[in-house]
C-alpha cells in the first residue's frame, strides 16, 4: 500500500503531459468556478468529448482537477462583490463581503483561498482514509440520519441571528422553509404554490434566490451610497502581498476550526443525498455556534470565511468515495464524473481496489496537488483582483447587476427567474435596511427541503420508531445541547451588545 | 425460362425503384442543402449529465457531422419532469431549426390528459429513437427472494423505491404492483441514483427501473435482476411468461413499448418533407458511424435506432390505450393511498 501510495505521487509529478493537463485543468476549473450561474457539472460534460483518445489517469486526472477546484474561485465573486455564484457560496458572501467593505478584501480572499485548498487537501486525506471502513460509515447514513442532520443544521440560526435577533432569525428561517415547500410535493405528486408554472415544479431555483437576497440589495445600497465597495481609501489600506499573507495566515491560526469544518465537508460529501450547499451552511453555522464570539459573525468575521471554503472543497475529496467505490455517485456533479469514467475504460465499484489501486491514489494525488496549484495560482492574482473593490460604484454596479441577471438566467435557462429575481430583491433590499438577518433563510431553504423528504421517508419506512435509532439519539442529544445552549446565550448579554450601549 | 417480357418488367420495375431511391436521396439532399450555414438547436429536456444528456450530446454532435455546414447545440431545458422542455420543442418553429430528446414516459402523461402537457406526440416530427431500455425488477443481495415466485410469494410487503410521483418509475411500478398484485409497499422521493444506495443500506428490498441503469449495480454484486420486460438479453426470464392475467400483460406490454422506444429524438409538428428527410437520414448515418457506436458503448448506452415513421407508429400504438388502461394509468398518477 504504502509503496503504491508514492509512486503514483512520483508517476504523477514527474509526468510533463499529466502535469501540463492538470495546469490546463486547474486553469478551467477556476474559470467556470468564477462565472455565476454555471455549475461544474457542466464544465465536465462539456469537456467529455476531449479525453476521448487521453489515457486512461491522465483523462481521470484532467476531469478530477478540473472539477476539484471549481469550488476555489467561486468564493472571489462572493467576497468581492456580495455576488455568490452557487447555493454554498453564499455562505462565504455573509463574512467575507462586510470585509470587503472594511476594505480588507485582500484579508478576506488570502483566508478564504487558502481555506479552500487546505479544505480540498484534508479531504483527500479523508479519501485516503476513510477507504477500509467506507461501507459502514456510508451505510449507517439513512433518511432517519439525513432529516435529524436539516434539523441540527436548522437550529444552527439561533445562533446565526446572534443574540437578541433570535427571533427574526426564526421568521427568517422560517420564510426560507417556507419557500422549500414551493413545487412539487415528494410524496403525494400535488404541486404546492406553484399553479400552472411549470418554473416552478422542481423547486424555487437557489441560485436566483441567493443572488436577489445576498447580491442585488448590496449592490442597490452600494449605488445609493456611492463611492466605492471598500469604504476605506485605497492609500489607507496600503494595499499589498501583505495583507494577503496576513489572511493566508488566519488559516494556520484556526487551525482547529479550519480541520473540524474540513472533515465534516469530507464526511457529508461523502454520505449521498445531503447536496453540496448542505456542507457549507453546516459548517458556516457549526463555526457561529462554537465560536466565543458569535456577534462578530455577519460583520466580517474571518471564520465565517474560512469555515464554508473549507467544507466546500473538502467534500469534493468525500464524494468521490462512493463514486469510485461503490459506483454510487455522491452527487450530480460525480454522476457526469462517472460517465466520463465509464469512457476511459474505469468501471467503478468495489474492485477499483484491488484492479486500480495505483490510479486511486494518483486521484488522491491529483486532488492534493491541483489544490495546491490552484491555491498559489490565485494567491498571486489576488492582488490585482482585489483593487476592483475600490472602484467608483457608478461604473461597477451596472456591470455586476448584468453578472447577477445572467446568473439567474444561465443556471435554469428559463427567464422567469428573473422575475423571481427582481422580486426577491426587494425583500431582500427590504431585510438588509430593517437589519434583518439573511443567512437563516438560506438555511432554511436548503435543508427544509432535506428535512422534508427525508422525514416522510422515515416515517414510512420504521414509523415513529425511526427517533431510536442508535445514531439517531446521539443526533437529538445534539440538537438538544444546541438548542439548550443556543438558550444560555441569548440569556447572557453579549458583548456586542454592551458596545452598542456604550457607544 | 424467364420471357422477354418478364425481363422487360423487371428492369421497369428496377428502373422505378432506382428513380424512386434517387428521387428521395434528392429531396433529402435539397432538404441538407438548407442547413448548410444554419444552426440547429438541440434540446435535452433534463440537466446535464446522465442518460439523456449522453445521447442527446453524442447525437448532436454526430448529426452535425452527416449535415456538412451545420452548427448543432445542444442546450438544456430541464424542469418539471421533461414537460418543460418538452413543451418548448413542440411549440418551436417548425423549420427544422429545433429539435430534441426527452422521456418516453411523457406517453403516460399524455394518455391522462394531464392539464401541464402542450404537446401531442402523435403529431410530433419523429427522426429516430437511439436505444431500447428494457425494464427490470431488481433485488438487493441481502434479500432472500431470488425470483419473482419467491417475490410473489412473501407474506410482508416489501419496499420498493420509486421516484417522484409522476415520474415513469413511479407510474409503473403503480401499475404493475396493482395489476400483478404485487406484496410491495412502495416509497417514493427515490430520485437519482438513491434508491441503489437504499438498496445497498438495506432499508430498501427493491426496485423496477431501466436496466442500463442497474446494469453496474448488479455487475458490482449488490443485487440481482429476476424479471425483465421487453430486451433481447437471455439472462433474465420476461416478465410476461410467468403472467397468466391477460389485463396485466396488457400493461405489461404497454411498459414494454415504453423501453422499446428509448432516448428519442423528434422536433415540433410540421417540419417540411425534404428537411425531415435530411434529419433522419443524417441521424440514420449517425447512427450507423461505427466511432459513435464505439463511444455509445463505452458509455454503456446501448445503440438499437429506428427511425421516422417506424418510431411514430409505435409512439402512436403507445398513446391509443383502451379506456380500461387509461383508467389504470389515472389511478396509478394519482396521488398515493396512505
Known amino acids: ?431 438588509l435596511r430593517a437589519g434583518w438577518p439573511r443567512a437563516p433563510f438560506v438555511i432554511g431553504l436548503v435543508l427544509g427541503r432535506i428535512a422534508e423528504e427525508s422525514l416522510h421517508k422515515a416515517l414510512d419506512l420504521w414509523g415513529y420508531s425511526f427517533f431510536v435509532r442508535p445514531l439517531s439519539l446521539v443526533l437529538i442529544g445534539m440538537i438538544i445541547a444546541t438548542v439548550g445552549f443556543a438558550i444560555y446565550k441569548s440569556r447572557r448579554p453579549s458583548v456586542l451588545d454592551n458596545l452598542k450601549v456604550t457607544s | 425460362m424467364m420471357s422477354k417480357a418478364t425481363l422487360k418488367n423487371a428492369f421497369k420495375l428496377a428502373g422505378a425503384a432506382c428513380f424512386v431511391l434517387q428521387a428521395t436521396t434528392a429531396f433529402a439532399q435539397q432538404g441538407a442543402e438548407f442547413f448548410k450555414g444554419k444552426t440547429v438547436n438541440y434540446i435535452v429536456a433534463t440537466a446535464p449529465g446522465g442518460g439523456y444528456d449522453s445521447y442527446g450530446r453524442l447525437v448532436a454532435e454526430y448529426m452535425q457531422r452527416y449535415l456538412p455546414g451545420s452548427t448543432f447545440v445542444v442546450k438544456n431545458m430541464p424542469g418539471a419532469g421533461h414537460i418543460i422542455g418538452t413543451n418548448a420543442i413542440y411549440a418551436s418553429k417548425p423549420d427544422g431549426l429545433t429539435i430534441g430528446t426527452f422521456n418516453t414516459g411523457l406517453i403516460y402523461n399524455q394518455i391522462t390528459k394531464e392539464s401541464a402537457v402542450k404537446f401531442d406526440l402523435s403529431k410530433m416530427s419523429w427522426i429516430g429513437k437511439a436505444a431500447a431500455d428494457p425494464r427490470v425488477i431488481v433485488i438487493a443481495q441481502q434479500s432472500p427472494i431470488k425470483s419473482f415466485e419467491d417475490l410473489m410469494s412473501q407474506k410482508q410487503p416489501q419496499n420498493f423505491a420509486v421516484a417522484g410521483p409522476g415520474s415513469a418509475s413511479f407510474v409503473e411500478t403503480v401499475m404493475l404492483t396493482n395489476a400483478l398484485k404485487m406484496p410491495v409497499k412502495m416509497l417514493s422521493g427515490y430520485n437519482g441514483t438513491d434508491d441503489q444506495l437504499a438498496m445497498r443500506r438495506g432499508e430498501i428490498v427493491g426496485s423496477i427501473a431501466s436496466r442500463s441503469s442497474y446494469k453496474a449495480f448488479v455487475e458490482n454484486g449488490y443485487g440481482r435482476m429476476i424479471a425483465q420486460i421487453g430486451g433481447a438479453e437471455k439472462d433474465v426470464p420476461q416478465l410476461a411468461s410467468m403472467v397468466k392475467d391477460e389485463k396485466a400483460l396488457g400493461l405489461i406490454a404497454l411498459v414494454q413499448s415504453q423501453g422499446d422506444i428509448a432516448r428519442l429524438t423528434a422536433g415540433p409538428p410540421g417540419i417540411p418533407a425534404d428537411r425531415m428527410d435530411a434529419l433522419i437520414d443524417a441521424y440514420k448515418k449517425a447512427m450507423e458511424d461505427p466511432e459513435l457506436q464505439a463511444r455509445a458503448e463505452k458509455l454503456g448506452l446501448p445503440v438499437q435506432p429506428a427511425y421516422g415513421e417506424s418510431v411514430l407508429k409505435a409512439v402512436t400504438a403507445a398513446i391509443n390505450q383502451s379506456d380500461e388502461t387509461r383508467a389504470m394509468l389515472s389511478e396509478a398518477l394519482k396521488a398515493p393511498k396512505k
Open chain 1, 1 to 431: 500500500m504504502i509503496d503504491v501510495m508514492f509512486s503514483s505521487l512520483g508517476a504523477l509529478l514527474t509526468s510533463p503531459q499529466t502535469m501540463g493537463l492538470m495546469l490546463i485543468a486547474v486553469l478551467i476549473g477556476l474559470i467556470v468556478g468564477a462565472t455565476p450561474g454555471i455549475g461544474g457539472r457542466l464544465s465536465i460534460a462539456l469537456a467529455i468529448p476531449f479525453v476521448f483518445g487521453m489515457d486512461m489517469t491522465q483523462g481521470a486526472v484532467f476531469l478530477l482537477t478540473m472539477h476539484a477546484v471549481n469550488g476555489t474561485s467561486g468564493q472571489i465573486s462572493s467576497i468581492m462583490f456580495g455576488v455568490p455564484g452557487d447555493g454554498d457560496d453564499a455562505a462565504t458572501t455573509i463574512d467575507g463581503y462586510p470585509m470587503a467593505k472594511k476594505g480588507e478584501a485582500g484579508r478576506a480572499l488570502g483566508a478564504s483561498i487558502t481555506a479552500s485548498g487546505v479544505g480540498g487537501i484534508i479531504g483527500a486525506g479523508v479519501f485516503a482514509i476513510m477507504i477500509p471502513v467506507l461501507e459502514p460509515v456510508i451505510l449507517a447514513f439513512s433518511p432517519a440520519e439525513f432529516f435529524l442532520l436539516a434539523i441540527l443544521g436548522i437550529t444552527f440560526i439561533a445562533f446565526l441571528a446572534g443574540g437578541q435577533n433570535i427571533f427574526k432569525g426564526m421568521i427568517v428561517g422560517l420564510f426560507g422553509m417556507i419557500l422549500a415547500t414551493i413545487g412539487m410535493d415528494p410524496q403525494t405528486g400535488t404541486t404546492r404554490y406553484a399553479g400552472d408554472y411549470l418554473f416552478l415544479w422542481d423547486g424555487v431555483s437557489l441560485v436566483t434566490l441567493v443572488l436577489a437576497l445576498f447580491a442585488v440589495p448590496e449592490m442597490i445600497t452600494l449605488a445609493v451610497k456611492g463611492g466605492s465597495i471598500a469604504s476605506v481609501s485605497m492609500e489607507n489600506v496600503k494595499y499589498s502581498y501583505k495583507q494577503i499573507f496576513q489572511g493566508v495566515m488566519e488559516v494556520p491560526r484556526h487551525w482547529f476550526l479550519a480541520l473540524r469544518t474540513s472533515i465534516i465537508g469530507a464526511m457529508i460529501g461523502m454520505v449521498p443525498g445531503l447536496g453540496g450547499s448542505a456542507a457549507a451552511w453546516l459548517c458556516y453555522g457549526h463555526a457561529v455556534q462554537s465560536s466565543k464570539t458569535p456577534e462578530r459573525f455577519g460583520h466580517g468575521a474571518v471564520e465565517g470565511v474560512i469555515a464554508p471554503e473549507t467544507a466546500s472543497n473538502a467534500k469534493e475529496g468525500g464524494s468521490l468515495l462512493p463514486t469510485l467505490f461503490f459506483g454510487i455517485p455522491g452527487s450530480s456533479g460525480m454522476a457526469v464524473m462517472m460517465g466520463a469514467f465509464l469512457i476511459l475504460g474505469i468501471q467503478p465499484g468495489p474492485a477499483m481496489l484491488t484492479q486500480h489501486l495505483d490510479l486511486v491514489w494518483t486521484l488522491i494525488w491529483a486532488l492534493v496537488v491541483g489544490n495546491l496549484i490552484a491555491v498559489t495560482f490565485l494567491l498571486f492574482i489576488t492582488r490585482w483582483v482585489a483593487v476592483l473593490t475600490f472602484i467608483n460604484a457608478s461604473m461597477l454596479v451596472p456591470f455586476i447587476i448584468v453578472m447577477v441577471a445572467i446568473g439567474a438566467y444561465v443556471n435554469e435557462g428559463q427567464w422567469e427567474n428573473l422575475v423571481i429575481l427582481v422580486m426577491m430583491s426587494a425583500v431582500g433590499y427590504a431585510m
